[in-house]
Every structure is written in structure tokens, then in C-alpha cells.
């Protein structure tokens, strides 16, 4: 089911009860009043909304049925029509259930859950009905009042359609904006109750003024949002993607304190990537359990394979991502993940600057560091590492490089680039030409690390498999033996282009 949730001040204004339904809507469309309920709720934050300004709220049904659970906590909206997602607890009211709790740990910074608002709502539902009286979705047409923190009013409709037709559920919004409506977002009624709603999160934006400790904090930042945003994403849910963007941000910041180290704190940074590299870990389990099975799949697809024996052959990939699934929800839920987020919470508002000097680019002598210092200064100093251990790191490989010396190459690629992308809203255009060459180079890379590992794997289950599992495993082989073969043939080109003088003359 789609659907779009707007809001507007109409209090006695624009009845949706019944009737043809309004021009926009595609001809024969009606609407039909079904029914009206009255439910009340409590709603619960911290005194500083950190659910709310998150697109999220947490709510306590007081007329809920007895048969289903009354804690629902809504989460942010996943597309551009408001459209939004629920989960349940059971328990009574008074206080949030201790399972409950827990799982909202990591988006809580510590602060304490109590009652923001109490609101009750009329809600006059109409069946949005085509042109044969069949149904196609219905308008929920809502009269909130609230009685905490201040006596308030107002209205909001959400429009649902069964079929999820997106050019319908677009008309349905198209129609009720000349009466004031606008896309609500995640905990509109209670953003409106209480005067304040979602907001973005993130640290300072960069340029090329912004000084050291700007940039440590905007980087800290966006990782914080990146391990709230997939820790819902996963806890919540079983968002495979979440997963994959979770890892990335997770190795990111790693490579960025890496890149940053000589400005930060030693015993912060030290601590930090150590606790990202444990996260990094349970995320890397599922995510390289994703990544062989879509990619086995597609091989044994290529060579004709029936389902049933796709389906076995990637069996055992499949368990073993349901177990390390459940490892990394249950390490999302530790006081381990939450002390990490409060550490990156702390370091996104006070940077971790060390105390001392560093030889910056350019410089006649060495910088004492402060938070002032420009990043300008420091950003171009701090690049030439990732390119030298890259560098050295080729220059090492023999005539015919092992499969783990490609492999170092590429790690050092992805520093480089992580480097670079880091400095780019610093440095600009000049940062964003290095880091899309290393990007080349990584992904030529990744892809025969990724085959190479297929292979492995594939001449395991082909040992182990019936005869018919085996011959497919052998034919999938055959084809990422040709990807590592392709990739050993072009990634020396795609490094002569990287190392080119005019990408990187700046960092010397």
C-alpha cells in the first residue's frame, strides 16, 4: 500500500466525506464515508525531541484494542509522498517498556523518555472508489486536538491507496494542496503541537574557509548520522542496503580519522577506529554474505542454471547471513554502539584536537594547532601520505602480482580516495579529480577482490554439492576466472592515469 500524508489549517473547513471526488482525480473517481473513530495517545520524547527531529515519534494508543499492541513508534518517512512505517510493542501505559528502551538507546544521547503531548483525534475515513464502485484506497480525514503542553487544534489527511499506483497517489495530493495541504512530514500532528519538527542534522557545512576543527566536527557528524540513520534501518527493519551504507560509513570515518590523525587527539582517535573496526566487522559478516550470493546467483543464472539448483547452490550463503544478521542486531543494541554514538555526538559539538604543532604544506616552519587553524593549510600535507603508501604499494608488486598485493593496492585506493573526498568542500575541484581516479582504481579492484572470493568459495561448494550443484559451481568459476583476468588486464592503465603529476602536484 502507498501512501501521502499531508497537512494544512483547515479547522471547518473542506468537508472529504462523500461524494464525486474533486477535479484531478481521474474521471468516475468518488469518495465514500465508511466510518468515524476517536482514539487518544500519549506521546513520548526526550525534553530535547531527538526522536522528533529525526522524522520519528513514539506514542502510547490508550484505545487501541486490547488484542493488539499499544506502543507504536513511527519511523522516518521512505519516500517522497510521506510515506510512512510503524512498529509495535506490547505493554501497558506509564512507563516504556524496558525491550522498547533499549532499542531506542542509540537515538536517546542518554536524555530520558517522558510525555511531550497528549493528543485525541476524530478520524472520518472515506473509500476512494474508481468508476465500477471498486475500491482503490481511502482518504483518513483528521480533527486533533490536543490538551498538553497547551490546549491546540488541527487537522491533517493522509491518503492511502491500495494498488500503490503512484501517478493516482500523486493526483490525491494534487487535489487537496489548493485547500492548504502540504506533504507532512514523519510526526506532523505532533511537529505541529509542539512548534517544532524534523530538523537536519549534521555539522557545520565546509568550504574553503573553514578551519581544522570545522572539519573534524562536520566529519564526526556525518557519521553520527550515518550510524543512527542505519541503526534504524537495520534494528527496525531488515534493510539489506542499510547494511551496505552502514559498512561504507563505518569505514569511511575510519580511513578519515586515519587521514586526520596527526590533528586529533591520539587516545580518542586510537579508540575510536578500534570500536568502528569491531561495528565495521559484525556489518562486514552480512554484507559479504550479500554480495557473494547476488553475485554466485547471477553466474549460475549466466550458465542456465534451473532456480532449484540456484537455490541450493546459494543455500548455505543464505544461512550463513541470517547468523551474522542476527550477531550485528544484537551488537546494534549494545552499550557498545551506544557509547559510540555518544562519543561521535561529543566530537561533532567539541572536536578532538591534539595539542602541539604540525609541519603543514608550504610552511616554513611547523603550525602550533588550534581550531582555528585553516584547513586549507593542513589538507594538502595530509594527502601525501595515502598517496605514498599507495604508490609504494605498487611499486612493490612483482611481474605478476599476487592476488593479495592487488588487494593492498586497493585498500590504499580507498584511502586515497576517502582523503580526498574528505578535503573536497575544502579544497574543491582539484580534490574531486584525485578522488574520482582512485575511485577507478578501487573499483577495478574491487571487482577482481570480489571475484577472487567468489571463486574461492564456489571451489568449496562445488566440493561439497551434488553432481549437478558442482557442475554449476564449475561453470561459474570458469566466469570470474575471466573477471580477474579482465581486471588484472586493465588496472594498470586505469593507475597510469591516477598517478599522473597534474592530479596530485597540490599535495607535494
Request: hydrophobic share 40%; glycine share 10%.
Amino acid at each position: 500500500m502507498r501512501e501521502a500524508r499531508l497537512t494544512g489549517s483547515w479547522w471547518g473547513r473542506a468537508d472529504l466525506g462523500a461524494g464525486p471526488a474533486p477535479a484531478g482525480l481521474p474521471e468516475g473517481t468518488s469518495l465514500a464515508r465508511c466510518r468515524e473513530d476517536c482514539s487518544s495517545a500519549a506521546y513520548f520524547d526526550t525534553p530535547g525531541l531527538r526522536l522528533l527531529r529525526r522524522g520519528m515519534t513514539l506514542r502510547y494508543r490508550r484505545d487501541a484494542p486490547a488484542s493488539e499492541d499499544r506502543w507504536m513508534l513511527e519511523l522516518p518517512v521512505a519516500d517522497a509522498y510521506g510515506t510512512q512505517r510503524w512498529v509495535t510493542w506490547p505493554g501497558g501505559p506509564g512507563a516504556v517498556p524496558e525491550a522498547l528502551a533499549r532499542d531506542l538507546g542509540p537515538l536517546l544521547g542518554g536524555e530520558p523518555i517522558e510525555v511531550v503531548a497528549e493528543l485525541t483525534t476524530m478520524r472520518r475515513t472515506s473509500e476512494l472508489r474508481d468508476r465500477s464502485g471498486a475500491r482503490i484506497g481511502e482518504i483518513r480525514d483528521d480533527w486533533v486536538s490536543a490538551s498538553v503542553p497547551a490546549p491546540a487544534r488541527l487537522r491533517s489527511v493522509t491518503a492511502l491507496l491500495d494498488g500503490g499506483d503512484a501517478a493516482l497517489l500523486g493526483a490525491s495530493v494534487g487535489w487537496l494542496r489548493p485547500v492548504g495541504a502540504g506533504a507532512g512530514p514523519g510526526g506532523r500532528d505532533l511537529a505541529r503541537v509542539l512548534g517544532a519538527g524534523p530538523v537536519p542534522e549534521g555539522g557545520p557545512a565546509l568550504d574553503g574557509e573553514s578551519s581544522v576543527a570545522e572539519m573534524v566536527a562536520a566529519s564526526s557528524a556525518c557519521a553520527l548520522e550515518h550510524l543512527v540513520a542505519g541503526y534504524v534501518g537495520i534494528r527496525f527493519g531488515d534493510d539489506a542496503e542499510a547494511v551496505h551504507r552502514l559498512r561504507v560509513a563505518t569505514r569511511r570515518f575510519r580511513s578519515e580519522l586515519r587521514t586526520l590523525a596527526a590533528v586529533l587527539e591520539p587516545r580518542w582517535a586510537r579508540h575510536t577506529r578500534a570500536e568502528l573496526a569491531w561495528i565495521a566487522g559484525r556489518l562486514g559478516e552480512v554484507r559479504d554474505a550479500d554480495v557473494l550470493s547476488e553475485r554466485v546467483a547471477c553466474d549460475a543464472g549466466s550458465v542456465g542454471a534451473e532456480p532449484a539448483v540456484v537455490g541450493t547452490l546459494c543455500a548455505p550463503l543464505h544461512a550463513q547471513r541470517e547468523d551474522a544478521y542476527g550477531v550485528l542486531r544484537e551488537a546494534l543494541r549494545s552499550d557498545r554502539y551506544v557509547d559510540l554514538v555518544r562519543s561521535l555526538e561529543g566530537a561533532s559539538v567539541y572536536p578532538p584536537i591534539t595539542r602541539g604543532s604540525l609541519r603543514a604544506s608550504g610552511a616554513a616552519r611547523p603550525l602550533g594547532l588550534s581550531p582555528a587553524v585553516p584547513a586549507r593549510v593542513l589538507l594538502p600535507g595530509l594527502l601525501r601520505r595515502p598517496w605514498r603508501e599507495l604508490r609504494r604499494s605498487v611499486e612493490h608488486l612483482g611481474s605478476e602480482a599476487a592476488d593479495s598485493e592487488l588487494h593492498r593496492v586497493r585498500l590504499g585506493a580507498k584511502q586515497l580516495r576517502y582523503a580526498a573526498e574528505l578535503a573536497a568542500p575544502v579544497l574543491g575541484e582539484r580534490a574531486r579529480r584525485l578522488s574520482r581516479a582512485a575511485r577507478s582504481l578501487q573499483d577495478v579492484l574491487g571487482d577482481h577482490h570480489d571475484a577472487v572470493a567468489a571463486e574461492c568459495w564456489l571451489l568449496r561448494a562445488g566440493a561439497i554439492g551434488d553432481p549437478t550443484v558442482a557442475l554449476v559451481a564449475e561453470r561459474c568459476i570458469a566466469i570470474e576466472r575471466q573477471c580477474q583476468a579482465a581486471r588484472r588486464d586493465e588496472w594498470p592503465e586505469v593507475w597510469r592515469k591516477l598517478r599522473r603529476n597534474e592530479l596530485r602536484h597540490w599535495t607535494a
